[in-house]
């Protein structure tokens, strides 16, 4: 049953009463003011005090049901920490490695450390002290105490300044010197407050003797599970990031309901391995990197900051995780770096691996029962595979962020590698739905509304994973969740009759023709890069104007330094102009019409789809293949590989022009 936002009457001393009247949501509360006490209609438990959504770092009434895992004792992240430090004391928390030696902690060390980083906390002055650490483990001790906000080390120094202003940042935490310089280059500009000072890790860490274990203890003792833990930055379609208030309840809760959900190992049984090599300012990273590992007394490593530029596969080699967290690109790499192998080996070679993921392929799919020669496929094939990444050890295979097309989702599972996806916000504590072995749905509060006529609507998402509201945007909060308690995440899907969940885009991706004609534009782009292969990007372009076209870019080689697209193509992309009989092996041979073999393919996959279009709007009029890939550091991606829409619209506007310059 929905709980609505308590108003300014309720703040003045009203209480809820909630009254079972049905709707098409569900049943409606209504405020009164006349009752002293909270009415406890059909086991929803509430704090009497307590309000819902929030915008100011207060207490929220916490949406707990007298059903299943919706009635779970709420806990501070606290309780949970030391839950697990005195349970599994002895066991490995932290790795992380520091000239090439691994240095470990365990749970009563990692669990002594966040005490030690806490009180210092407590002596430090406030505005202006900066803090340098060497290892990311730091980042976790310093989210022991107060609140936590994360920026990423890609934000420019003035996003960091609105990050930090508009959470009223006391204590900056950086892991290098032009993190640092960022930050200098506008605090040391603040007439107010404390002169700007800095401080390595270990000597901050020193202020600590100066403060009691009983000045702490009574500092952790105040913390409530439905007080503010930390301020997550939400990058708004339009307008500045909106501050994501998440209570202590929504991080332990969401992380216990995941845990319970999917198949993890815990000690005695087994200890699960994760290495942690995305931003941990994303929620769905910190949660799954961090507190899962908490809960289940997980041995987390961190990868170097290079991970993402090519020396993650070190690590997963070195470290053999039992559990892994991929992004969109992250499965893009290995794809191609698995059929650049399978280019580069012998005819024999390559013939036991068609024969073994056809196999595999039909095996997972359910097409057929396990045959006897699945065992031979998995020796000769799948296992050499999972080595080959350091995932030998590894039982679940999970996505973040942005869906992955099925092409990929096929071609992992014809390796025997079930790739099983994650759908959340940072609204939602990073998590709402997942897939699993067990074909799980996590949290089954969802409601799709405004359905068109192929039964596709707005998600709309109801549980005690729902944020406590945006810090100082009570216009933000209000459009976030509605007067039923109802959170809009703003993207488009429907519901199977299973009650399976499927995205299908996004509010802000719609595109709305000069005709006024509304267009999703996923669905199509998803089906550009499944019939062109060599297609790595396509964006679909044509906002108040009379049709569509679509910015293409083609698999490029990825320069393990940079991060940087290259002007090679991938090796299936030269694989792939091998098979149309062109001779191209670079991007530049193929732009600008250069190559007629490729630019033909194209243009007949584009007819292709628009032979299958709903109607005319739908159709891709006019396409064109930009002269580089997207990547993180130009800034079409975000950190987790994201594309931006905004910035590509923006960093191609003179070739979205173009397509409507002669009209």
Not at 155 to 162: H, R, V, Y
Not at 334 to 352: N, V
Not at 397 to 412: A, C, E, I
Request: net charge neutral.
């Amino acid at each position: 049953m929905p709980v609505v936002p308590a108003t300014r009457e309720a703040e003045a001393g009203g209480s809820l009463e909630l009254t079972p009247r049905h709707s098409s949501l569900g049943n409606r509360a209504r405020l009164s003011k006349k009752k002293k006490k909270l009415n406890l209609s059909r086991g929803i438990y509430v704090f009497p005090t307590m309000i819902l959504p929030l915008t100011s770092l207060g207490q929220v009434r916490l949406r707990q049901r007298k059903d299943a895992f919706d009635d779970r004792t709420p806990l501070t992240v606290h309780d949970m920490v030391m839950g697990a430090a005195t349970r599994y004391t002895n066991y490995i928390a932290l790795g992380s490695k520091h000239n090439n030696t691994w240095r470990l902690l365990t749970y009563i060390e990692y669990y002594e450390q966040c005490r030690q980083a806490a009180k210092a906390f407590l002596k430090v002055p406030r505005h202006g002290l900066r803090l340098t650490h060497p290892a990311s483990p730091c980042l976790l001790h310093s989210a022991s105490r107060g609140l936590s906000v994360g920026m990423l080390s890609t934000n420019t120094p003035k996003a960091c300044q609105i990050i930090a202003e508009n959470s009223d940042m006391d204590v900056f935490v950086v892991d290098n010197d032009s993190q640092l310089q960022k930050v200098i280059r506008w605090v040391d500009r603040d007439p107010v407050g404390f002169p700007g000072a800095s401080l390595q890790w270990q000597r901050f860490l020193d202020l600590a003797q100066e403060i009691s274990d009983d000045r702490l203890d009574k500092v952790i003792d105040s913390q409530k599970p439905n007080q503010c833990c930390t301020l997550v930055f939400s990058m708004a379609a339009m307008g500045p990031p909106k501050a994501v208030m998440l209570s202590h309840d929504n991080i332990t809760w969401t992380t216990a309901a995941t845990v319970q959900s999917l198949s993890y190992k815990c000690p005695p049984q087994g200890q699960e391995i994760v290495v942690s090599y995305l931003p941990l300012s994303y929620i769905g990273s910190q949660i799954f990197d961090i507190w899962v590992s908490i809960s289940v007394a997980g041995a987390l490593y961190f990868a170097q900051p290079d991970a993402l530029k090519g020396s993650l596969i070190d690590t997963l080699r070195e470290v053999r995780p039992t559990t892994f967290y991929g992004v969109p690109g992250i499965w893009d790499r290995m794809s191609d770096s698995l059929k650049a192998r399978h280019l580069g080996s012998t005819l024999l070679r390559r013939k036991i691996d068609k024969w073994a993921m056809g196999l595999g392929l039909k095996t997972n799919t359910k097409e057929s029962h396990l045959p006897l020669s699945f065992s031979l496929a998995k020796t000769l094939t799948f296992d050499q595979t999972r080595k080959f990444f350091g995932l030998e050890h590894c039982q679940q295979f999970f996505n973040m962020g942005v869906g992955l097309p099925r092409t990929t989702l096929d071609f992992f599972l014809s390796l025997n590698i079930p790739i099983f996806e994650f759908y959340g916000l940072t609204e939602c504590t990073g998590i709402h739905s997942v897939s699993s072995h067990k074909a799980f749905r996590l949290m089954r509060w969802v409601l799709v509304n405004k359905e068109d006529k192929d039964g596709v609507g707005d998600i709309c998402i109801w549980g005690r994973n729902i944020f406590m509201g945006y810090l100082n945007n009570k216009e933000g909060t209000k459009d976030k969740i509605d007067s039923l308690g109802w959170m809009h995440t703003g993207d488009l899907g429907f519901l199977d009759d299973n009650n399976f969940l499927y995205i299908m885009g996004n509010v802000h991706d719609i595109i709305t023709l000069s005709s006024g004609e509304k267009i999703n534009p996923s669905p199509i782009e998803e089906w550009v890069r499944t019939l062109i292969p060599i297609v790595h990007y396509a964006v679909l372009v044509g906002q108040y104007e009379p049709y569509l076209c679509a910015l293409l870019t083609l698999k490029c080689q990825v320069n393990e330094e940079t991060g940087e697209p290259q002007d090679a193509l991938t090796n299936e992309a030269v694989a792939f102009c091998r098979q149309l009989k062109s001779h191209s092996t670079r991007l530049s041979d193929i732009i600008n019409n250069q190559d007629p073999i490729v630019t033909k393919f194209i243009s007949e996959a584009i007819n292709t789809i628009n032979r299958e279009a709903t109607s005319e709007s739908t159709k891709i009029v006019k396409w064109v293949i930009l002269d580089t890939d997207f990547s993180i550091s130009a800034g079409e991606l975000g950190a987790t590989m994201k594309l931006k829409r905004g910035v590509v619209a923006k960093m191609y506007q003179p070739e979205i022009e173009k397509f409507y310059k002669d009209d």
